[in-house]
């Protein structure tokens, strides 16, 4: 083979080289364009993944609402009060049902009230025949007809004419009785019947003076006012002496609630207002509770600044991240209880899942045991029956609990996670009111009490400035204490007005002590 034929070969392969080359490069294009086409599908099926999960997420959420929609609807349609009225035009009637005659009218044998501290009238009732002469005849019998009249709300103007007199050279004056506000003509009784009916009946200062015109009084408005505002500076020194006698209680009960205020600084929307927060203070054993508010704010400098750097007992409320340090070694003579029927609540909202309606169960079944206390039983008895019933229970509603947040079914964003995140968060302080006997499981009590604070809310619809919320504080605190003793708030006012007037600002702290509803006696 000669040089020529050999260069030709060569030269062939190159050829036939440079074609693999040229091909090879050709398929690594299009694989490369080819993965590049799929990691486009991978990244856009990744987003349609994720938008999936938020929208199933979603949907769960809106359809916990619509099952909890369904859920109040069913009890309120399933609520014996509520009566469905059915269809004149599709009720047809029996042709063989007999008639049904009235019944005679009765009270099923039920033993009426009487009412034995009214003022009580005789009216004598003869007969009023033409014939019957009253003279001749003689009574054989009577029969008594008890019925209850209402007397409209009564305005007197009383005018004091005081006398200067001579006797013996020496003169005497008469001496009207002080009004409880300086240069005021109304009485303790008009004030006091002005806060009954805002703060116990929680009508609005407008509604009041409304009242007070129909039933023949005209008060202006801004006098109504301007006698809340003074006679709740007349009492001030009340809530120094209520916070003292509350933080003496060895058990609180605390929560918080939201009222708007009207402010000079103006929110993002441009408007003058804003939400503002009163707290509230039950002492379960004095029975006292006092509401208190500081500028509106829902921060934990509140509380601390409340119960300050020593206080001794228990202090029960929700979940609310600030009542968390009572928890640490910044209060270690405090112990937190928490409360039973929040978390329940949590598990409510979710009832058609089956897991949930497992915890409610659970909670309930600690209720059903402290329904078996008998009210005769002694402190300790109680405290033994709690220590035996409580602690398997417990113990079975967390390991409920944490089977529920290991399961992977269980999406970490979903009611059903945090209902159970929030109980466990709670579990340690929901454990501890079994240590004593009056401890309640739940925080029910101070939250009737915060029922207050919510119609004002709804009936006043603000409070006109951080001072006024004070106020409304105050006379909340006096007036709902009053109603925990049983107390007639009309005449616990009425009695405390008219002392105030002789009380000396400057009067030892006793004095105002033995003013407060759990000691007060009316004079």
Request: hydrophobic letters at 35%; a positive charge; glycine letters at 4%.
């Amino acid at each position: 083979m000669n040089s020529k034929r050999i260069i030709e070969l060569q030269e062939d392969q190159l050829k036939l080289s440079a074609q693999r080359e040229k091909m090879y490069l050709e398929q690594l294009v299009r694989q490369s364009e080819q993965i590049e086409s799929l990691s486009v599908q991978v990244g856009s099926l990744t987003e349609t993944i994720r938008s999936l999960e938020k929208s199933l997420l979603q949907k769960n959420g809106d359809m916990q609402k619509v099952e909890g929609k369904n859920r109040r609807m069913s009890k309120l349609l399933s609520n014996k009060s509520e009566k469905l009225v059915p269809d004149a035009a599709k009720e047809e009637p029996a042709e063989t049902a007999p008639p049904v005659l009235p019944k005679d009218r009765g009270n099923n044998n039920a033993k009426r009230k009487e009412y034995f501290s009214l003022e009580t009238i005789v009216e004598h009732v003869y007969p009023d025949d033409p014939a019957f002469d009253k003279e001749k005849a003689r009574v054989i019998g009577s029969v008594d007809s008890v019925m209850y009249t209402y007397s409209k709300a009564t305005f007197k103007k009383i005018i004091y004419r005081q006398y200067n007199c001579v006797q013996q050279e020496k003169v005497y004056s008469g001496k009207a009785p002080r009004s409880p506000l300086q240069n005021s003509n109304y009485d303790a009784s008009f004030i006091a019947g002005m806060l009954q009916l805002r703060y116990v009946y929680s009508m609005p200062v407008e509604r009041i003076v409304k009242y007070f015109t129909e039933n023949g009084f005209e008060l202006n408005k801004a006098t109504a006012h301007g006698l809340i505002k003074k006679s709740a500076g007349l009492m001030d020194r009340l809530d120094d002496v209520l916070h003292t006698a509350i933080l003496e209680d060895d058990y609180l009960c605390m929560d918080e609630s939201y009222h708007t205020i009207l402010t000079k600084e103006k929110n993002k929307d441009g408007k003058g207002v804003r939400k503002g927060y009163i707290w509230a203070s039950l002492a379960n054993t004095k029975k006292l509770v006092q509401y208190f508010y500081e500028n509106g704010s829902r921060s934990r400098e509140v509380l601390t600044n409340y119960i300050g750097n020593h206080y001794k007992g228990a202090i029960q409320s929700d979940g609310l991240i600030n009542y968390k340090i009572l928890e640490t070694d910044t209060y270690p003579d405090v112990i937190r209880l928490a409360c039973f029927q929040h978390c329940k609540r949590q598990f409510l909202d979710l009832a058609n899942d089956k897991e949930a309606i497992g915890i409610v169960n659970i909670i309930n079944r600690l209720y059903q045991a402290e329904h078996k206390i008998d009210p005769k039983w002694k402190p300790d008895k109680i405290l033994e029956h709690r220590q035996e019933y409580a602690p398997p229970i417990l113990a079975e509603l967390k390991s409920k609990l944490l089977e529920i947040q290991s399961n992977p079914s269980t999406l970490p964003k979903s009611p059903l996670s945090k209902a159970v995140n929030y109980t466990l968060n709670e579990y340690d302080a929901l454990c501890n009111y079994i240590v004593r006997p009056d401890y309640a499981l739940d925080n029910n009590a101070v939250e009737r009490c915060m029922r207050s604070i919510s119609l004002s809310r709804k009936n006043s619809l603000f409070c006109g400035s951080h001072a006024g919320a004070k106020r409304t504080a105050l006379l909340y605190s006096l007036s709902i204490s009053c109603k925990l003793h049983n107390i007639n708030s009309f005449e616990y006012f009425t009695d405390i007005l008219n002392r105030l007037a002789y009380i000396s600002p400057t009067a030892p702290d006793q004095i105002y002590r033995d003013l407060l509803p759990d000691k007060w006696t009316k004079l």
